[in-house]
């Protein structure tokens, strides 16, 4: 079962925003990447004349039947892994300090820092590709 069409205006998408710790003008919400469960938006704001780019993500819970417990083993990970100095997902917290922010539809959405110059892929190209990503 899909989430329920997304909703693309800029209205919706400030409202989403207005839960997270987000400053500066929003400039654009695009769709991003090629995602099959959740929906994906790259959004820019211009803060202080620099354009900070963010994934909001709208989480599929109708595939995710539990969001709190994954939300929690998510920013669990990604707290290990920001500690070790790596690269990795920074998740932004509600205003609350909550890993996602539930509206009154019922839509789960959580927002990462963009991270600028990575690349992603749908299917592994290479051996030399599944060893790094392992």
């Not at 693309?8 to 207005?18: P, Y």
């Not at 994934?55 to 290990?80: A, C, D, G, Y």
């Not at 990795?88 to 996602?100: C, D, I, M, Y």
């Amino acid at each position: 079962m899909a989430n329920r069409p997304l909703i693309l205006n800029r209205e919706a998408i400030a409202a989403i925003a207005a839960n997270f710790p987000l400053h500066g003008r929003l400039l654009s919400a695009l769709p991003y990447g090629n995602g099959h469960i959740n929906d994906t938006l790259v959004v820019s704001f211009d803060q202080a004349g620099s354009q900070v780019r963010y994934i909001f993500q709208r989480i599929n819970h109708h595939i995710f039947k539990n969001v709190p417990q994954l939300m929690e083993n998510i920013s669990r990970v990604t707290s290990h892994l920001a500690g070790d100095n790596q690269i990795a997902l920074t998740l932004v917290p509600t205003n609350e300090g909550k890993p996602f922010h539930k509206t009154l539809e019922g839509d789960y959405w959580r927002i990462y820092l963009f991270i600028e110059h990575a690349r992603t892929f749908d299917a592994v190209e290479s051996p030399q590709q599944a060893f790094e990503a392992a």
